[in-house]
């Protein structure tokens, strides 16, 4: 079993609507959990991290972690074509990063 | 404050030969890490550096070895290429051990023919 699992979409919404990105993950000790972007062709910019269950907002960004579910969200508001890109979870893992897939989100004007 | 630096940032090689691709952290940074995103792969991580000392390894063959150097800058090195070896190489630093935030630079793009 994968430590993280992400359905890597692709998700076409067109600009304003709600996006919503999911990662399972299977190790319960798992504590910190975090969402990257990638634009095409440049490396990945850290987006939201979080260290405990419920949600943590910033701005347009919502980070969702139900730990009894070991499930994780981010939800886009009012979405917009810039951000179109690929959000990938990341969990710290003895020092390394575990991925998901990446889910790729194009926001249509 | 200057991100993750990598050079070069794209590179064609053919098989059997060599590469060196190298990092810059953020100024501060003492961890190093490296990954590699290939098509269809995601990003899997291949080794970790923190004060010169290699402390983690990923699930890659030998042939993918590295180093880092007392200003905390870091190479990568591969041996041998293989065409599946053709990926983003992606360099990212953290603050110190046990420090889980980790910054990325834009990643070497290798193209093995």
């Known amino acids: 079993q994968k430590e993280v699992e992400q359905d890597p979409g692709p998700l076409s919404v067109p600009e304003g609507a709600i996006v919503s990105l999911n990662c399972t993950y299977s190790?319960?000790?798992?504590?910190?959990f975090m969402w990257y972007r990638q634009y095409s062709r440049k490396g990945p910019e850290l987006l939201m991290y979080?260290?405990?269950?419920g949600n943590k907002e910033d701005g347009r960004f919502t980070a969702q972690v139900d730990k009894s579910s070991k499930y994780i969200s981010l939800f886009i508001r009012d979405s917009q074509p810039s951000d179109s890109a690929t959000y990938l979870c990341?969990?710290?893992?003895?020092?390394?990063?575990?991925f998901g897939a990446g889910t790729t989100v194009t926001v249509r004007a | 404050e200057a991100g993750v630096t990598q050079s070069p940032t794209h590179l064609i090689k053919t098989r059997g030969q060599q590469v060196t691709l190298r990092c810059s952290p953020i100024?501060?940074?003492?961890?190093v890490y490296w990954y590699q995103q290939a098509l269809g792969l995601g990003l899997q991580f291949l080794l970790w550096?923190?004060?010169?000392?290699?402390?983690n390894r990923g699930n890659f063959p030998p042939r993918f070895s590295g180093r880092q150097f007392p200003n905390y800058s870091s190479e990568l090195n591969v041996n041998a290429l293989e065409l599946e070896d053709s990926a983003l190489y992606l360099c990212a630093s953290s603050f110190s051990v046990g420090q889980e935030t980790q910054y990325f630079g834009p990643g070497t793009r290798l193209l093995v023919l």
């Open positions: 190790n319960s000790a798992f504590q910190y």
């Open positions: 550096y923190d004060e010169g000392e290699e402390r």
């Open positions: 100024s501060g940074h003492t961890s």
């Open positions: 979080t260290y405990s269950s």
């Open positions: 990341a969990i710290p893992n003895d020092y390394k990063l575990s």
